[in-house]
């Protein structure tokens, strides 16, 4: 069983920061990926960065040079650094990790049960 939480949410005014953390626990032989995707009201949930299994980092063209993504994978853990915050940013923030949870298993996804970001005046 693997967990994965999330913290750090919360309402600030445009321009402001705010810094989400996310560990994933659990029986872990291999952590594939971990990063950060979300979901406004009436959109599709979108990949907003992503560290991958060779440590690249992408992200969503429009968080590109304001948002920064960190891992610790010693820790299981990745941060995400949220800078010059705009209305559109509002949404709830889902962390990601897609696991090998032993080595006879395949790779599996597992979702944070999300944490709400509102960007308002």
């Known amino acids: 069983q693997v967990d994965v939480a999330e913290s750090g949410g919360g309402l600030v005014q445009p321009g402001g920061s705010l810094r989400l953390s996310c560990a994933a626990s659990g029986t872990i032989f291999e952590l594939s990926a971990m990063g950060w995707y979300r979901q406004a009201p009436g959109k599709q949930r979108e990949m907003v960065a992503i560290i991958n299994d060779d440590r690249k980092r992408e992200f969503l063209d429009s968080v590109k040079g304001r948002f920064t993504i960190s891992g610790d994978y010693t820790k299981n853990t990745v941060y995400l650094q949220m800078n010059s915050l705009k209305p559109e940013d509002t949404a709830v923030y889902y962390c990601?990790?897609?696991?090998?949870?032993?080595?006879?298993?395949?790779?599996?996804?597992?979702w944070g049960q999300g944490t709400q970001v509102t960007v308002s005046s």
């Open positions: 990601y990790a897609r696991v090998r949870p032993d080595w006879r298993s395949s790779l599996t996804e597992y």
